[in-house]
């Protein structure tokens, strides 16, 4: 990463959704070393009177920590002297991403990352609830904030959420079930490398942050995955495979927001695969030569769980 720069050039960042699932991820890396001597301030918006908050390393190269309250009535006060907001509020918040949106014409956010940190939605050919909302902040944000640099993330599968029975991966029972060919490559990133990716574009000159952005801690095929948890512990994995396109005729025959069934076809089309033979990958632009970070691995997981994530999870939920 280029050197630090001096304190009255560094920008303040918000990040929404700050204690939830991702954003408590990118808050601590965005309050780790190197990332914290990039800003002056990391705020944390927050709907709650007393989020927890994270420890973070305190010197005097570092930014600041702070904490606002805000609600759909204090939007363009709540991003008072933000320079670059992310936004990593939940599937349940569109409405609430949409009044977030509108209040930034009126402030001086200058790079957004809008909610996006999954699967690139856009080269789909069907319809879904959920990614047709992410459209439609990105078409209104395009209108509403043309001078706004906004950076889209697409990190594939969490890593740490994706080796489970909901995605055909039965743990407990060895036993993975791939909708099309076993051989398809499947991107994941670690929730850490999110956070961490987020941290390093926002640390770029302005001019030099893109607009899409693909990463993929590891890229592996169903049958890769089971060799690796089967060398670490989880004994004989049986992969069968079920016919691709008469389970995405099935799935997409019915509306729906939850992205399950979607994504399992997906691994099959071969549209979460972050590398030059697919969507393309954009690591070494976060990450050069993995200088400012080691990203997680399908080994490291395998080795923090002998091979069975999410073992004692009863499927489906009771």
Known sequence: ??????????????????????????????????????????????????????????????????????????????????????????????AFKEK???????????????????????????????????????ELARQLIPQVTVCRVFCGLFLEDSIGPWFGFDTRQGKYESVGSAKSLVSFTG????????????????????????????????????KVMEGAGAGSIEITEIDLMKYKEETTGRVSNEPARFLRFLMGENKINHTSSGLGNDNQVVNLQERTWKWKTMEDLARSTNGRPWKDFRWPPE
């Not at 949106?101 to 956010?109: E, F, K």
């Not at 952005?213 to 049958?223: A, F, K, L, S, Y």
Request: negative net charge.
């Open 1 to 94: 990463m280029p050197s630090t720069p001096p304190i009255t050039s560094r920008p303040v960042v918000a990040i929404a959704g700050a204690t939830g699932h991702l954003g408590k991820h990118v808050v601590a890396a965005f309050l780790s070393p190197p990332f914290h001597g990039y800003f002056s301030e990391i705020i944390l918006l927050s709907r709650q009177d007393n989020p927890s908050v994270p420890a973070h390393p305190k010197d005097d190269h570092g930014a600041t920590m702070t904490v606002r309250k805000y609600d759909e009535d204090n939007l363009p006060a709540a991003l008072d002297d933000v320079d670059v907001l992310v936004n990593t509020i939940g599937a349940s918040g569109h």
């Open 100 to 138: 977030l949106l509108r209040a930034l014409p009126s402030t001086g956010v200058q790079v957004y990352f809008p909610s996006e940190f999954g699967v690139d939605h856009y080269v789909h050919d069907f319809p879904h609830g959920e990614w047709g909302q992410k459209k439609r902040h990105f």
């Open 191 to 226: 929730l850490q490398d999110v956070g961490r990716t987020v941290a390093s574009l926002a640390a770029m000159p302005l001019m030099k942050i893109p607009d899409v952005v693909h990463i993929g801690g590891d890229t592996r095929t169903i049958e890769e995955i089971a």
